[in-house]
Nanobody
Framework: QVQLVESGGGLVQAGGSLRLSCAAS???????MGWFRQAPGKEREFVAA????????YCVDSVKGRFTISRDNAKNTVYLQMNSLKPEDTAVYYC???????????????????WGQGTQVTVSS
């Protein structure tokens, strides 16, 4: 069982930065980790993921070059550094854990086993 708690969300102006953190209650080194987001009236969508080792990462095209996912397995924490934020990045951001093989980077919601409660990110224009 893994429990995930996100933090770091807030209100920021367009062009600003935020760093989201996701702290896990247990050992997460067997899990790939991902970030998803859900805007009002829209479906939850994939944002970024990182493999168990941290050696492989993947971001959706809309955030490439602006967002960076990383992890610290010693601290059981995964991060999402968000730079050059845009109003369309406004959403609730969720952290998720997927029990996968070593270098896999899951991008589909159904592949994830555990979810956090989410943290709100609001980007004003």
């Amino acid at each position: 069982q893994v429990q995930l708690v996100e933090s770091g969300g807030g209100l920021v102006q367009a062009g600003g930065s935020l760093r989201l953190s996701c702290a896990a209650s247990g050992r997460t080194f067997n899990y790939a980790m991902g970030w998803f987001r859900q805007a009002p009236g829209k479906e939850r969508e994939f944002v970024a993921a990182i493999s168990r080792s941290g050696g492989n990462t993947y971001c959706v095209d809309s955030v490439k070059g602006r967002f960076t996912i990383s992890r610290d397995n010693a601290k059981n924490t995964v991060y999402l550094q968000m730079n050059s934020l845009k109003p369309e990045d406004t959403a609730v951001y969720y952290c998720a854990a997927a029990l996968t093989s070593f270098n896999t980077i899951p991008t589909i919601i159904q592949h994830y086993d555990y979810w956090g409660q989410g943290t709100q990110v609001t980007v004003s224009s």
